[in-house]
Every structure is written in structure tokens, then in C-alpha cells.
T-cell receptor, first 109, second 113 residues
């Protein structure tokens, strides 16, 4: 199973873009990059995922480097409600879905 | 469409007691996962299932058993509860379609005295 490396914590000013990096240098060709977040003690919330191409949805954008060894989750206009722990995961459909320690994002007024 | 539900929401056990946690999903998803999360820690995978009648071990399977007799239900059993199993347990349900969204349940808070 590929592993990911994320900074333990980040701060972001409210209204600004939050850019959360993730390294996954051992990712294999059939593994997707998934992002989740967990607010307080709630169940994790799916945000976005991608294989090779950049992806965008109503919540965020996912930028994956051409060699697929790293990615960045972008929250374009962070709000206080985006304060959470963000998890980057590499996942092969039907395999183990392993969470790392994640990045604790604090959005400040 | 209720998504993923977990039963019970809270439970207190005495050491040595047994119990079963139920995860149910109504989205016809193939893959289901059980996690535990200790205070201040990330989620750790206990067991998972890629289809009805199949299960596999995760990162921390010892002390737990699982069954997936029906596609919509994934059961997590504790045969002889220990204080070290005090945790919040989350269930996840995932579709085989890579484009589909994934869902987590609200969690079960278990305390073993």
C-alpha cells in the first residue's frame, strides 16, 4: 500500500485559498488519490479524488503532478467551517483504504 | 436513501462482555470498511469487505471479527471486550464505480470498563 506524507498542521486566513500538499512518491499506476476531511469527531467526509488529471467539484480542486508523486488540494475560498483534519489517501479500488495522520487546517478570521 | 447508518451510537461494556456493531448501507455499494479512532489519533482500519461473503484483515484486526452475510450489512464483533478497545468506531461504504462518492457513518462510541 502506498503511503502519503502531509504536513501536520497549516493555517489559512478566512476567504483566502487553502493549499494542502501531499506526497505519495510510491503510488502505483492503478491507485487513485483521495481526499477526505474530518470535522471534530464526526465521520470523515469525502471531498474529491483523481487518477491522473486535475479535478474540480463544488468543494475543492485537486491538482496532481504529471509524475503523480504529489498532489495539492485547493479550497478556493476557505471559511471557518473548513477548519478540520484533511486526509490524503492513495487507494486501489477494492483494496485497503488506509488513513495517515492528516493535516490539521485552521482557518482564522 | 439513508446513506450509512451505525447501530448503536453509544455503548458501555464491562471487560469480557461481547457485542456486535452493525453498519448498514442502502446504496448497493460493494466495499465496506470498519475503522477505529482513538482520542487525538487518526483512523485505523480493522477489517474490510469487497463483497457479500468476503472479508479481509486491515491494520489492527486482533480482537475483532466481521461478517458480511448480506451486501447491505457489515457486522463488527467483539468476542471478549477489553479496555484497550475503548474507541470510536466508524464504518465506510464505497461503490465499485470510481466516480461515485464514498460515505462514512456517524460512528459508534464504545467504552469498555
Amino acid at each position: 500500500d502506498a503511503k502519503t506524507t502531509q504536513p501536520p498542521s497549516m493555517d489559512c486566513a478566512e476567504g483566502r485559498a487553502a493549499n494542502l500538499p501531499c506526497n505519495h512518491s510510491t503510488i502505483s499506476g492503478n491507485e487513485y488519490v483521495y481526499w477526505y476531511r474530518q470535522i471534530h469527531s464526526q465521520g470523515p467526509q469525502y471531498i474529491i479524488h483523481g487518477l491522473k488529471n486535475n479535478e474540480t467539484n463544488e468543494m475543492a480542486s485537486l491538482i496532481i503532478t504529471e509524475d503523480r508523486k504529489s498532489s495539492t488540494l485547493i479550497l478556493p475560498h476557505a471559511t471557518l467551517r473548513d477548519t478540520a483534519v484533511y486526509y490524503c489517501i492513495v487507494y486501489n479500488q477494492g483494496g485497503k483504504l488506509i488513513f495517515g495522520q492528516g493535516t490539521e487546517l485552521s482557518v482564522k478570521p | 436513501n439513508a446513506g450509512v447508518t451505525q447501530t448503536p451510537k453509544f455503548r458501555v461494556l464491562k471487560t469480557g462482555q461481547s457485542m456486535t456493531l452493525l453498519c448498514a448501507q442502502d446504496m448497493n455499494h460493494e466495499y465496506m470498511y470498519w475503522y477505529r479512532q482513538d482520542p487525538g489519533m487518526g483512523l485505523r482500519l480493522i477489517h474490510y469487505s469487497v463483497g457479500e461473503g468476503t472479508t479481509a484483515k486491515g491494520e489492527v484486526p486482533d480482537g475483532y471479527n466481521v461478517s458480511r452475510l448480506k451486501k447491505q450489512n457489515f457486522l463488527l464483533g467483539l468476542e471478549s471486550a477489553a479496555p484497550s478497545q475503548t474507541s470510536v468506531y466508524f464504518c465506510a461504504s464505497i461503490s465499485i464505480a470510481s466516480t461515485d462518492t464514498q460515505y462514512f457513518g456517524p460512528g459508534t462510541r464504545l467504552t469498555v470498563l
